[in-house]
């Protein structure tokens, strides 16, 4: 067994990350296996070193040990481009040079798991106006899902305790593959990270569910190996909401400072056990 923890360095980590964290650690340490950390670091414009550190000392303060130097994103672009090249060569990713006003204002479709559905305007872009914008433009690349459908095969993937599900990548839409200001989406990034890392389990909140249709299609389409996923309930507050970022009485730093023992919480987490005031839900 192989099981990573991925946090993204643009702010604290809090109760929510705690638990998936020692959820991920523990069932590595019992199965014998290997447990290793991924610094999801691409976001340039949030991304910051001293929350790479904070990370790594929040899951220190909490006894948690992990196997080999962190990971990080930002050493892995190469590898990135060399799947959308992949893919541009098999005509399954289009460059889209919406703007986000662009797509609020012509949107007709519903929204789906993850937001508004691309309505698909720079799908059927003549070859000649799509190479000519490319040269001075912004543009991101989406995938043609429906496309990709036509060649993808068998999408079935694994929830360990519920067996075998099937995937809807299409309720997406044509997902971005690669950002504006980003050489890759999380989809693409994480999908491709978790195969060349050998993860065999992926322990993630519930919240991500959906987005596993789209991991699904990608690994797919790229041949990768599917893990085997578990998602877990997520850390709420009072108000009965998720935990985010901005929550900063729920960050481990606060509760460090509070005189709250790391390794005491987490085997509390590893049971199921919250401190006052926080409750895990499914969403």
């Not at 991924?38 to 991304?47: A, P």
Request: net charge neutral; proline share 7%.
């Amino acid at each position: 067994m192989l099981t990573r923890f991925a946090p993204s360095p643009t702010g604290d980590l809090h109760l929510g990350h705690a638990y998936s964290a020692v959820l991920a650690h523990d069932a590595a340490r019992a199965a014998g296996g290997t447990f290793l950390i991924r610094i999801d670091d691409i976001d340039g414009s949030r991304s910051r070193e001293d929350y790479v550190a904070a990370s790594l000392a929040d899951l220190t303060w909490l006894g948690l040990g992990w196997d080999g130097e962190p990971l990080r994103q930002s050493a892995q672009l190469g590898n990135y481009a060399a799947a959308l090249d992949t893919l541009r060569a098999r005509d399954l990713v289009y460059p889209c040079f919406c703007t986000r006003a662009d797509i609020a204002a012509s949107l007709s479709a519903p929204h789906g798991p993850s937001g508004a559905v691309y309505p698909g305007t720079c799908r059927d872009l003549p070859a000649p106006e799509r190479n000519r914008r490319m040269v001075g433009e912004p543009h991101c690349w989406r995938l043609d899902t429906a496309r990709a459908l036509t060649v993808a095969g068998d999408l079935a993937w694994k929830e360990q305790g519920w067996g075998p599900r099937s995937a809807n990548p299409l309720a997406h839409g044509d997902i971005v593959l690669a950002r504006k200001d980003a050489p890759a989406s999380y989809h693409l990034a994480s999908t491709l990270d978790d195969a060349a890392m050998g993860v065999t389990h992926i322990i993630r909140g519930a919240d991500l569910i959906a987005a596993t249709d789209v991991h699904r299609l990608l690994q797919a389409l790229l041949d990768l190996p599917t893990p085997l996923y578990r998602h877990h309930a997520l850390v709420c507050g009072a108000d009965g909401k998720r935990l985010a970022k901005r929550d900063a009485p729920a960050s481990l730093a606060s509760l460090r400072a509070a005189g709250v023992v790391g390794p005491t919480l987490a085997a509390d987490l590893a049971a199921g056990r919250l401190p006052t005031g926080y409750s895990l839900r499914m969403p």
